[in-house]
């Protein structure tokens, strides 16, 4: 499986932005599909956003038009750009590669939105 590591997370105040970022060990990397989680205390991990191999992107209701995927393959690294960040963004962020019936997750970078 393939190894994630992340990076980008910090305090930022409400209405910044951040980018988080992911590098994965292996040139696979290419046809994983790539996705961002979170989990905030006491609650249960969610899908942030997800893009594919081909480059079809989804995300959760509450980040659309305010945060972006995106990957570069030649640097095997996915990328999430979060723009006018909420309290409500303060979580856990987790990297993951999915490919058939594998998971790979990485060990998650802390982003926290407060004043």
């Known amino acids: 499986q393939v190894q994630l590591v992340e990076s980008g997370g910090g305090l930022v105040q409400p209405g910044g932005s951040l980018r988080l970022s992911c590098v994965a060990s292996?040139?696979?990397?290419?046809?994983?599909?790539m996705g961002w989680y979170r989990q905030a205390p006491g609650k249960q991990r969610e899908l942030v956003a997800r893009?594919?191999?081909?480059?079809?992107?989804n995300y959760a209701d509450s980040v659309k038009g305010r945060f972006t995927i995106s990957r570069d393959n030649a640097k095997n690294t996915v990328y999430l750009q979060m723009n006018s960040l909420l309290p409500e963004d303060t979580a856990r962020y987790y990297c993951?590669?999915?490919?058939?019936?594998?998971?790979?997750w990485g060990q998650g970078t802390q982003v926290t939105v407060s004043s």
């Open positions: 893009i594919t191999i081909s480059g079809n992107t």
């Open positions: 993951n590669g999915h490919l058939g019936q594998y998971d790979s």
């Open positions: 292996e040139r696979r990397f290419i046809i994983y599909t």
